[in-house]
């Protein structure tokens, strides 16, 4: 039992202890920050500064657009393909429409680009070789900083679960033992994956929790019509030919009008029908790589109540604990009235409210089942937004999840 217990707990600490050196021996998972009224950029290492340097956003007409971003695309010289084939040498690109980091010859104290973000040449090189692919840009309005943030919610990386392994062959240390094997009961690990694999997993990853939308509601509607024999085809959340026979066909067998839409009252019936709760209003999405790896349904409280914009990042994993710690950055936003009223939204957002970036966690719920599926590929790095304004047109193919903000115009 000694043996058992000690062998398992030197696993255990050589498990984390490994984390612990890929995050040392990887890139730091930095942050960088701008602001457009202090025309400033900063680099965090969590709450951290490593780096200031002064920034020209986009001028009137031309304003760099305010949000959670993350580096798509790096070049050591571009030129721009909108303005001109103008210069923009270490460029590191924040959306495919066209918003850049990049370095320029002239960096004024105030807006005066097309909307990238300008810095010196000097600086812009230095700052080249600090980042990576996918690592977070803030912009903001007015000045924010990472803030530590400590909440029953936050995700942190599940713990190797020990295993019992009575069949371990063991090779004989004196060759007076008769037996060619020695069986001996200890703890291990399970068995790891391929080292490729092992690899991809310890990627950081991108979580988006915000409200469902039409997307996620035919995508509902579609699990339904199948669980109740309906073809609607696999569930994409694309109201094609297929599921919209499915859902006339529905409407027939129940002596309704067979519009083929859905509706309110259609999603009622449906629910209804298969026997189902009603739709989750809120939905955790996982990127990895800049891939969708995974989501579903969670709920949210108070859906009266705007959840705001709240960039979180995890990182600094004790080896001890095999525990990290969060940094919280929470943007002002104002939802458009068309997009509330949708919504049902009638309590705006503070950001600058006390604790706003813990209140807001307060009021999501997940299955326990998801909170393991998500703890499962958690890693230095990984980030969490929580926001209203669901799956912009900047998030696509080939992007992590861009979160674009509208300050107050007062």
């Not at 942050?31 to 001028?59: C, E, I």
């Not at 320029?104 to 807006?111: A, E, F, L, R």
């Not at 600058?352 to 499962?376: C, K």
Request: proline share 7%; charged share 20%; glycine share 8%.
């Amino acid at each position: 039992m000694v043996l058992r217990s000690t062998l398992g707990l030197g696993l255990l600490l050589l498990a984390l202890a490994s984390t612990a050196t890929y995050a040392a021996d990887g890139q730091a998972p930095l942050q960088v920050v701008v602001s457009k009224d202090k025309q400033s950029l900063v680099v965090y290492d969590g709450d951290t500064v490593v780096a200031t340097s002064k920034v020209s956003s986009g001028k009137r007409g031309h304003e760099t657009p305010t949000g959670i971003f993350s580096i798509l695309e790096k070049r050591r010289y571009h030129e721009s393909n909108i303005y001109s084939n103008a210069p923009m040498p270490f460029m590191q690109r924040l959306t495919w429409s066209g918003i850049a980091l990049h370095a320029s010859n002239s960096v004024p104290s105030y807006p005066a680009s097309h909307g990238c973000v300008r810095l010196p040449n000097a600086f812009a090189k230095s700052l080249y070789k600090m980042t990576g692919r996918g690592l977070h840009v803030v912009i903001s309005d007015r000045q924010i900083a990472p803030q530590p943030v400590s909440h029953s919610f936050l995700f942190q990386p599940s713990e190797p679960e020990p295993q019992l392994l009575s069949d371990a062959t063991l090779r004989p240390a004196m060759s007076q033992i008769p037996s060619g094997n020695v069986e001996v009961a200890m703890s291990e690990p399970a068995v790891a994956a391929p080292a490729a694999h092992a690899e991809d997993n310890r990627a950081p990853i991108r979580i988006l929790i915000t409200r469902r939308g039409e997307r996620e509601r035919n995508l509902d509607v579609q699990a339904a019509l199948n669980s109740l024999g309906y073809d609607a085809g696999v569930p994409d959340g694309a109201l094609g030919t297929r599921s919209t026979t499915a859902i006339r066909a529905f409407e027939l067998a129940e002596g309704r009008e067979p519009k083929g839409r859905v509706t309110p009252e259609l999603v009622d019936a449906l629910f209804k029908k298969a026997n189902l709760p009603p739709p989750a209003n809120g939905q955790l999405l996982v990127r990895r790589d800049f891939t969708p790896l995974f989501e579903a349904p969670v709920t949210i409280t108070e859906p009266e109540i705007a959840l705001g914009a709240h960039f979180y990042q995890f990182q600094d994993i004790d080896a001890t604990t095999g525990k990290g710690n969060w940094f919280s950055l929470s943007l002002d936003n104002v939802i458009p009235k068309a997009m509330k009223s949708r919504l049902g939204i009638t309590v705006d957002d503070d950001a600058l409210a006390y604790n706003a970036a813990t209140r807001v966690l307060d009021r999501i719920q997940m299955t326990a089942e998801l909170r393991e599926q998500v703890e499962d590929v958690l890693a230095p790095g990984s980030s969490l937004t929580i926001s209203d304004m669901g799956l912009g047109p900047e998030t696509g193919r080939g992007t992590d999840f861009v979160t674009i903000t509208h300050p107050s115009k007062g």
